[in-house]
């Protein structure tokens, strides 16, 4: 299981990640979404035992990741920014990374290159950035780890390697009881491949839950009144992007469904729509304060 | 799932990534040592008379090494220092790092994985171009176990050095976020030592009376403080905490590794046995204590390092702190010295040095205002420590400065002179020994100078003798041998009146009395056999106060004469300049050699000092001892030449000569006796001659302490002795040099009577250039009270 229990990481006065608690149970693989800089790499690196948090713990199976590095030999981290050593082809990586982790297996690696339609005696360096992207990924699986680190896995993949990855991540994940991180941008990616997400928005996750259950407490409403509507008729409602025309309110809410329907039916609309969000709806919803008005720009 | 277990653990297997990732370097460094060992010329010299060097002499390739050694050195930091920054380079790479501390591996393991592949490659570095070296020896000059002293020492002190490098390399890199700053802060703390040695040498050279370093910043000599001896100033005395010098210094800088550590390679010549102790290996052996010691801090930063500091700079507030702090105390020192003259000046300005160098710094850095206020509270800490540093020689060290041996503790003196030209007691550098002074009577005067000098001391502004004065004036430099072993040194600026008298008392003294009788009695091969004894035995003749540098000290009494061989010719020369052509030891055989400096000795014993070195009786010629010119011309016959203005300058400048004046009775009595004392005549006409005052000329030239300029060798006559004839009329031509111009016969006759060929200037003196009938002409000095 891999654990972030109240990690807090500071560069300097600058705070990346504050008091960051989830789990990553055994077999589960877990999406980490947020804009850029929300902090999922600094998160990613402290978990790996790279970084060491100002506060809490990064635990892998239950041992501090940054001091114990014996439980670093079945974790792989794949960072975002790829190192392969200079000159070395895909063989002499295999070997480096053999030397390291004591499950590395040729054969898996043999296996998956070949799954990929990778050349193992051609200079890594010398691939594409989705072809090292792949070459990373054969390594992080030939090793066997019991936890995987993924930041940004999936960017340069073409789309028939990303399902191919995806379908790997989840047979390896449901047949060896790993546990697998995966940061990205890429939500609908999320969506498929993860069981479990979570939403850091700048220092702190905002939403912790499972997938399926992330639309559960966001709804978005189209309500048409009798006469003309006044915001102030929605207090008490958290709202979003609220936007009212004559007899018709639409918004977007997050909370108690239930006593929020109430609240609405106690408005006696005429009508409501109801609809459940997508998690790149929740994203949008729980980014609003960080966007800008783009009209405003250039005026 | 099937897994093979991998046999490599991953601790070997960092190991071995260690050893293959860093050997590309120490082979490209071990081919650059073997080829600056090797060098070609030298090794086609050795080859080509490989069997003059097997018998009976021996020499070793590396001896060669003596010519090369900055170069060694720089070699030798320089593999170290990329060494280190390569080994640890992983930890200033975002992408490297994020590999290998999310390894199964403790970062003490990746520290010392990395530490043994690179030291390891140092001393194979090292190792396999001194092996080649070795082979090649046997090869052409055959086996001798004698070799393998110096081999094995200078194997260990190459690594040595290699190994400072890397240490210091590895601690920089650590604290560093990238390349760039491990390369910068590898430089400041291979530099700190040299830095805060130079400053107090700087600090203590300006504001201690007494302190045998002249801070040479204000006097125009460059920016330097200069050190007298190899034996005083800070940064010889600690030269042993410095990674440039340690080795040079030593533990005993008398021994023969004093000065140069490879020097003892050199004496490996002639197959004389080396006898390198443990003396000389104990700079070696806290060196490497002090490297473990870097090595060991940077196992601990490693430890406590984050990880996102690579790629940033100036992260690390020790190594920052540190590099820019020592920045500012060079910036405290070098103004707080610029500006010594000025006290209170110059600790305004250093303070603000101090503050403007750490602000620039620090900003440029962090580019955070905030971030450099934050930084702000050890300043007043470091600058307090420099303030009370400053104290110590303001306030006169403790008596430092006034300290005087007693007289019965003492067991010899050597002293010295600073000056550009060869005035007085001196050798043929600066801070060359003269002495020992050993006679109860000769340490009394020297002690009594010295007592002069404490109660004159503080009416100094400037140690070092400044061209803007008006007075003459030198720097003394004097080094107490005691009875127990240790000995004084101290250095004052001396000058005037007190300069003059202490140089007719040093020349009036047992010693310079005694030096002279030996060396001109000596006979030359006797003298000759001696010297080269000193090299033959690999004796340094260089260091100071190494007694057998006696001799070499008494070979320049009176000043003039600096070499044996000189001695072993003579010509004359009249005043107008006319000289003897040929050998004149063609007629004076040994015998009468010895009896002509017989009598010059005895007249001298009997005038003293003052009446030789400033004349008042009237000077008839010179007699030039000068071996180099001459001694192949065997001409039957003494001619007369006429110098052109070249030849005049040699004889102001170089040659060895002794001035005749009339009361110098013996001298004058054996040269009429041989008939000589005609060459001293000439019946050339003077026609006229321009007079120019000393200080005038002095403005003239733009310089206004003549003494600095005008020594009897100084160039500064130069303008005036040029062929006059080209100018067509002499006259304009000597009043376009502001002069006077005479022509009476009279009065130029007494001019020429009166002047001395040789002659310690005085501001109120005066050149006067004189001019023949045959449109020749000389300059000769004329002191004011002989001035017609």
Not at chain 1, 52 to 70: H, I, Q, V, W, Y
């Amino acid at each position: 299981m891999i654990e972030s229990k109240n990690i807090t990481k500071r560069y300097g006065d600058f705070t990346a990640v504050e008091d960051v608690s989830f789990r990553v149970e055994p077999g589960s693989i877990y999406g980490l979404i947020g804009y850029n800089g929300a902090g999922k790499t600094t998160l990613l690196k402290t978990l790996a035992g790279i970084y060491r948090p100002e506060e809490g713990t990064a635990m892998l199976g239950g041992e501090d990741s940054f001091n114990s590095n014996k439980v670093r030999d079945r974790l792989f981290f794949v960072p975002d920014d790829l190192y392969f050593l200079p000159g070395a082809t895909m063989r002499g990586m295999a070997k480096f990374y053999e030397g390291y982790y004591p499950r590395f297996s040729m054969k898996t690696f043999e296996k998956l290159s070949s799954f990929f339609g990778l050349d193992t005696k051609k200079r890594v360096r010398a691939f594409s950035k989705g072809m090292q992207r792949q070459a990373e990924l054969v390594f992080a699986l030939a090793s066997h780890p019991k936890y995987i680190l993924l930041d940004e896995a999936f960017d340069g993949l073409d789309p028939a390697k990303r399902i191919s990855v995806k379908k790997l991540f989840i047979e390896y994940a449901a047949e060896s009881g790993c546990s697998i991180l995966i940061s990205s941008h890429n939500l609908p990616e999320i969506a498929e491949l993860c069981d479990h997400v979570g939403i850091i928005n700048g220092k702190s996750l905002i939403v912790n839950t499972s997938v399926d259950d992330v639309s559960r407490d966001y709804r978005k409403y189209r309500i048409l009144f009798n006469g003309e509507v006044d915001k102030l008729l929605f207090e008490g409602i958290a709202y979003k992007q609220m936007s009212i025309e004559n007899q018709l309110a639409v918004f977007t809410a997050r909370g108690d469904i239930k006593e929020i329907n109430g609240r609405i039916a106690a408005m006696q609309p005429v009508s409501v729509d109801e609809v459940m969000l997508s998690l790149e709806e929740v994203f949008m919803y729980e980014m609003e304060d960080k966007e800008h008005d783009i009209s405003e720009i250039f005026n | 799932m099937i897994f093979r277990k991998s046999l490599t653990k991953p601790l070997l297997k960092d190991l071995k990534h260690s050893f293959r990732s860093g050997a590309a370097l120490p082979a490209l460094f071990s081919l650059m040592i073997l080829f600056l060992i090797n060098n070609y010329q030298s090794l086609k010299s050795y080859m080509q008379q490989a069997e003059e060097y097997r018998t009976p002499g021996y020499r070793y390739f590396f001896s060669d090494l003596i010519y090369s050694q900055g170069i060694l050195v720089v070699l030798l930091f320089a593999f170290g220092v990329l060494m280190g920054v390569s080994a640890f380079n992983f930890v200033n790479s975002k992408k490297m790092s994020n590999v290998f501390f999310s390894f199964n591996i403790k970062r003490k393991d990746l520290f010392v994985n990395r530490c043994i592949a690179s030291v390891s490659y140092l001393f194979l570095g090292v190792l396999l171009p001194m092996l080649a070296v070795l082979l090649i020896n046997n090869h052409y000059l055959g086996f001798e176990g004698v070799i393998l002293v110096p081999w094995f020492y200078l194997v260990v002190a190459m690594f040595s050095y290699a190994l400072i490098g890397f240490s210091v390399a590895v601690l920089a890199a650590i604290c560093a976020g990238s390349i760039f700053e491990s390369a910068l802060y590898s430089l400041i703390f291979l530099f700190s030592p040299t830095i805060l040695l130079y400053g107090a040498d700087l600090l203590l050279g300006t504001f201690l009376q007494g302190f045998p370093v002249i801070n040479s910043v204000s006097s125009g000599m460059g920016y330097a403080p200069r050190i007298i001896s190899t034996e005083v100033g800070i940064q010889n005395q600690l030269g042993f905490l410095n990674p440039f010098t340690f080795l040079d210094t030593g533990a005993d800088s008398g021994s023969y590794m004093g000065g140069s550590w490879l020097t003892a390679l050199a004496k490996a010549n002639k197959g004389t046995a080396i006898d390198v102790g443990i003396t000389q290996y104990w700079p070696i052996f806290l060196w490497f204590g002090i490297s473990a010691l870097f090595l060991f801090t940077a196992a601990k930063t490693l430890n406590a390092r984050k990880a996102e500091n690579a790629g940033s700079f100036g992260k690390n507030r020790a190594a920052r702190g540190y590099s820019v702090t020592i920045l500012s105390i060079f910036a405290f020192c070098f103004m707080a010295s610029k500006f010594g003259q000025q006290r209170v000046l110059a600790i305004a300005l250093s303070v603000l040095a101090f503050f403007a160098v750490y602000f620039i710094l620090e900003f440029a850095i962090l580019r955070s205002f905030r971030e450099v206020k934050s930084g702000l509270i050890k300043l007043p800490i470091v600058l307090g420590v420099l303030l009370c540093v400053l104290a110590i020689p303001f306030t006169g060290a403790f008596g430092y400065g006034k300290k005087l041996p007693d007289a019965k503790d003492v067991d010899k003196i050597y002293i010295s002179h600073l000056s550009q030209n060869n005035l007085f007691f001196e050798g043929a550098e600066y801070g060359t020994a003269y002495g020992p002074f050993t006679s109860q009577s000769d340490i009394a005067m020297l002690l009594d100078l010295h007592k002069t000098l404490i109660e004159q001391s503080s009416a100094f502004d400037s140690k070092f003798p400044s061209e803007d004065s008006d007075e003459r004036q030198t720097g003394y430099y004097v080094q107490y041998r005691l009875k127990d072993g240790t000995s004084i040194n101290r250095y004052y600026p001396i000058e005037g009146e007190t300069l003059q008298n202490a140089v007719i008392k040093v020349a009036d003294s047992e010693y310079t009395k005694q030096s002279l009788k030996e060396y001109f009695l000596m006979p030359y091969e006797e003298l000759q056999t001696k010297i080269n004894g000193f090299y033959e035995n690999g004796k340094d003749p260089y260091s100071l106060g190494a007694e057998e540098y006696n001799i070499f000290s008494r070979l320049n009494a009176y000043s003039q004469f600096s070499s044996p061989e000189s001695l072993s010719n003579l010509y004359l020369i009249a005043k107008n300049g006319r000289q003897t052509g040929g050998a004149l030891s063609q007629y004076l055989d040994d015998a009468g050699m010895n009896a002509l400096k017989q009598c010059i000795l005895n007249d001298y014993a009997r005038l003293g000092a003052q009446r030789v070195l400033f004349p008042q009786d009237r000077v008839l010629g010179a007699i030039v001892f000068n071996g180099y010119f001459y001694s192949q011309q065997r001409s039957q016959e003494i001619t007369i030449t006429h110098p052109d203005y070249s030849s005049a300058i040699d004889f102001m400048y170089s040659s060895r000569a002794v001035q005749v004046t009339e009361d110098m009775s013996e001298t004058v009595a054996f040269l009429r006796e041989k008939d000589l004392l005609k060459y001293f005549d000439s019946d050339l006409k003077i026609v006229g001659a321009g007079i120019v005052q000393v200080a005038n000329l002095a403005d003239e030239m733009q310089r206004k302490n003549y003494a600095w300029y005008f020594g009897k060798e100084s160039s500064m006559f130069a303008p005036i002795f040029y062929d006059i004839s080209q100018y067509g009329d002499w006259q304009e031509h000597l009043k376009g040099m502001g002069m006077e111009i005479k022509t009476n016969g009279e009065e130029t006759a007494r001019l020429f009577s009166n002047a001395d060929m040789t002659a310690y200037p005085q501001p109120d003196g005066y050149v006067v250039q004189f001019v023949f009938s045959d449109n020749s002409t000389i300059a000769l000095y004329v002191p004011p009270e002989k001035m017609p």
